[in-house]
């Protein structure tokens, strides 16, 4: 922001806060070519970080990394193993198939697990945050979050058959490459929806004004 040379006091307040403002230290310090990390840790207040809504990150991080490790793996699976390992005799693909299927397995069940487990704790905090938003965002925001539930239900239906053992679903494994292409597409439509529902423009409604009572005559 440009500062008029000619006001005395906007050039003041214009040197303290480049005194006491740790953004433009860091800034500074940065022009100049000095370190700012230790800068950085020296100004850092242990009290602000303790504030934060720590169960709110932690549910945040083991919703991303579950949603990381179910997706990737699929669309590696899709991708890069099944066409890799059609090309093997039947011996070594069965025996491959088994040592991925039994491996797999573990991951994708704790990946379901921490997705349902953060997945309600975020919908719970968020549900507090809509109460004071537009309606029409809020029922954008219900419908889109509907959508995502239920596919998600899908996408863990068809990774719990494709990783398991039940004879009833052994069609479907044998059919692997269809089911797997058709939960890489629904993982990938979970995370376009799931971006869409973050940028939403949540919005408060600010109640009316309340009038001040007229004086009793």
């Given at each position: 922001?440009?500062?008029?040379?000619?006001?005395?006091?906007?050039?003041?307040d214009k040197c303290f806060q480049a005194a006491y403002d740790p953004r433009a230290k860091l800034a500074t310090l940065a022009r100049r070519g000095e370190p700012t990390l230790r800068y950085f840790f020296e100004e850092l207040d242990l009290a602000e970080l303790a504030q934060l809504d720590w169960i709110a990150i932690i549910s945040r991080w083991a919703h991303i990394l579950?949603?990381?490790?179910?997706?990737?793996?699929?669309?590696?699976?899709?991708m890069a193993l099944v066409p890799s390992v059609g090309v093997l005799p039947d011996d070594e693909r069965k025996k491959l198939h088994e040592g991925v299927r039994s491996r797999w397995v573990k991951a994708v069940m704790a990946a379901i697990l921490f997705l349902l487990l953060s997945g309600i704790y975020n919908i719970v905090m968020k549900e507090k945050q809509l109460k004071t938003v537009d309606q029409g965002v809020k029922s954008l925001?219900?419908?889109?979050?509907?959508i995502k539930f239920l596919?998600?239900?899908?996408?863990?239906?068809?990774?719990?058959v494709l990783t398991g053992r039940?004879?009833?679903?052994?069609?479907?494994?044998?059919?692997?490459r269809f089911w797997l292409s058709l939960n890489m597409t629904?993982?990938?439509?979970?995370?376009?929806?799931?971006?869409?529902l973050r940028a939403l423009p949540i919005k408060m409604v600010?109640?009316?004004?309340?009038?001040?009572?007229?004086?009793?005559?």
């Open positions: 922001m440009l500062v008029d040379r000619n006001d005395p006091s906007a050039l003041l579950a949603a990381i490790t179910a997706v990737g793996g699929t669309i590696f699976m899709r925001y219900h419908m889109l979050f509907g596919l998600a239900f899908v996408i863990f239906f068809l990774a719990s039940s004879p009833a679903f052994a069609n479907m494994r044998a059919n692997a629904l993982a990938i439509l979970v995370v376009c929806i799931s971006g869409v600010m109640p009316p004004p309340v009038e001040a009572a007229a004086p009793a005559e």
